[in-house]
């Protein structure tokens, strides 16, 4: 089994940037890929982005391109998601699943991902 631990989280002023950063532990060579997932008050749990734990290739959400940059780093089993300038006045919990194997054709975001995290919050203040 592998755990995920989502942390970098706080009180952001909108317009601001912040780094979110996903660790794993335990069995990491089970992780194929990490993805983002983002979910603000009374909405539906919102894709943001994906990574590929090996390789390093990544999958970003329209609305997140431009703005959003994921990056790895496999010795300290961490994934990043840099938030950068001008971002929504929107409050969530960001979550970083992973998938332990191969997902086919599927597009990120649109299959079931094997672990969860508890979340880190970021509160956007205006």
């Known amino acids: 089994q592998v755990q995920l631990v989502e942390s970098g989280g706080g009180l952001v002023q909108a317009g601001g940037s912040l780094r979110l950063s996903c660790t794993a532990s335990?069995?990491?060579?089970?992780?194929?890929?990490i993805a983002w997932f983002r979910q603000a008050p009374g909405k539906e749990r919102e894709f943001v982005a994906q990574?590929?734990?090996?390789?390093?290739?990544?999958y970003y959400a329209d609305s997140v391109k431009g703005r959003f940059t994921l990056s790895r780093d496999n010795a300290k089993n961490t994934v990043y998601l840099q938030m950068s300038s001008l971002q929504p006045q929107v409050t969530a919990v960001y979550y970083c699943?992973?998938?332990?194997?191969?997902?086919?054709?599927?597009?990120?975001?649109?299959?079931?991902?094997?672990?969860w995290g508890q979340g880190t919050q970021v509160p956007v203040s205006s």
């Open positions: 699943p992973a998938d332990s194997r191969w997902r086919g054709g599927a597009v990120p975001g649109t299959h079931p991902y094997d672990y």
């Open positions: 990574i590929s734990w090996s390789g390093g290739g990544t």
């Open positions: 335990l069995d990491t060579f089970t992780i194929y890929a």
